[in-house]
């Protein structure tokens, strides 16, 4: 069974894609269209959502939602 891993959803520029930091040095790589993971949406509360793209970002299940920096497991 693998671990998820726990990190912090960011915007990154030079892909035009959100990103997820694990860690100083490590990350995810770069979200794309339907990849699928959990938000922190409470304290010990995580909802699944998935990424999607229109004119801008968002997370379908979360509508309205500001995206930088919200906990995430994946």
């Known amino acids: 069974m693998s671990t998820k891993r726990v990190g912090n959803l960011f915007y990154d520029k ?3 894609r959100y990103n997820i930091r694990f860690d100083l040095d490590y990350f995810y790589g770069g979200l794309h269209c339907g ?4 938000v922190l949406i409470e304290k010990d509360k ?4 998935r990424i999607e793209m229109s004119d801008d970002w968002y997370l379908v299940g979360l509508p309205g939602v500001r995206l930088d920096g919200l906990r995430v497991r994946i």
């Open 14 to 16: 030079g892909s035009g």
């Open 35 to 38: 990849e699928c993971f959990e």
């Open 46 to 49: 995580w909802e699944p959502v």
